[in-house]
């Protein structure tokens, strides 16, 4: 049965179907009512390819990571999932880390016409967010962006790193080296300011330094730290990853952790707990944010359009690769 059809049982016209199944306030609402009943009584189904087409509509949002071998987006795309409903579909994307390839990603996407996009950015670059947004495609970084046009939602890593920092202080480190690497990334920034600005309010700004890794290998991590170890009691890591190669590092040096040196990780990945000792990491609400960037995206494609700017606190989980000089001040 078409919407022909029901005009023609019901003597009225084709349009007057259309708009009472869309329950459009401009058709009586006892017309309404009586177009809908006979609909399911008739068992109409509503072909909704088609009507997507005419509206535009793909029900296809993509999430567009860095790599999708990662855990640490199990969680964000699970959200998303779940947040867009079972009318949407989701589609991943890998950039494995490339501008290149990011640019193409998103060339292709609009090409498919997508309803919208998440992504985690590669670079600072953003030109081809705004190319996509102003195609009609809602764009949603998972990085913190400054331009007027794109929504983003994120864990808050300066504020994380702050009060993490603080909480090192407190409990004794005076030692400290912020571990990081080389990536064109406002997250990795962000926490490093984070540190800075709690070592400089904690009066432990000369004994505690910013460390710069090339990449994310032992290489790296030794070439820093070799002749260094006894400068510092604890490395507060950007990254998992890095912290792991340190605590690989300290083991050749048979320094042990944390009765040497204490460790602390970011990003709070699955497998922290099962090394020896335990790794204590900075944990991103993954769910919490995914769940927010697909309320964002619906949001847009309701008739609500709008940037939407959201910071999401972080959780210190503490474990066994931390210990305090002494027992903090109540």
Request: include cysteine; charged fraction near 25%; charge should be neutral.
């Amino acid at each position: 049965m078409t919407i022909y059809d029901i005009a023609e049982k019901l003597q009225v016209s084709p349009a007057t179907v259309s708009l009472a199944l869309n329950d459009d306030s401009r058709i009586a609402l006892k017309t309404r009512r009586r177009i809908n009943e006979f609909a399911v009584k008739a068992g109409f189904r509503r072909n909704e390819q088609a009507r997507n087409f005419r509206l535009g509509k793909t029900n296809n949002v993509a999430v567009v990571v860095h790599n999708i071998d990662n855990d640490f987006w199990h969680g964000i795309v699970r959200a998303v999932e779940n947040g867009l409903g079972e009318a949407y579909n989701v589609i991943l994307c890998n950039t494995e880390g490339s501008l290149e390839k990011e640019r193409k990603i998103f060339k292709n996407l609009m090409l498919r016409r997508v309803d919208g996009i998440i992504v985690q950015p590669t670079t600072l670059c953003e030109d081809h967010f705004i190319e996509s947004i102003k195609n009609g495609i809602p764009v949603v970084s998972l990085e913190e962006t400054a331009h007027e046009l794109i929504s983003f939602v994120k864990g808050d890593d300066y504020q994380a790193a702050y009060g993490l920092t603080r909480e090192c202080i407190r409990r004794g480190h005076r030692r400290i080296a912020f571990l990081t690497f080389r990536w064109d990334s406002i997250g990795l920034r962000q926490r490093e300011k984070g540190f800075l600005k709690a070592i400089e309010d904690s009066g432990a700004a000369d004994t505690c330094e910013v460390l710069t890794a090339d990449d994310l290998t032992i290489e790296s991590v030794t070439g820093i730290f070799k002749n260094r170890v006894n400068d510092f009691t604890l490395v507060l890591s950007s990254d998992d990853r890095l912290a792991c190669q340190m605590m690989k590092f300290l083991a050749k040096m048979k320094i042990p952790v944390p009765g040497g040196m204490s460790v602390i990780g970011w990003n709070n990945s699955s497998f922290l707990e099962y090394l020896n000792p335990p790794l204590a990491s900075v944990s991103i609400p993954m769910e919490k944010i995914g769940d927010r960037a697909a309320s964002i995206i619906l949001e847009n494609l309701n008739g609500k359009p709008g940037v939407r700017k959201s910071f999401i606190p972080e959780e210190i989980v503490m474990r066994e690769s931390f210990r305090p000089l002494y027992a903090a001040e109540s």
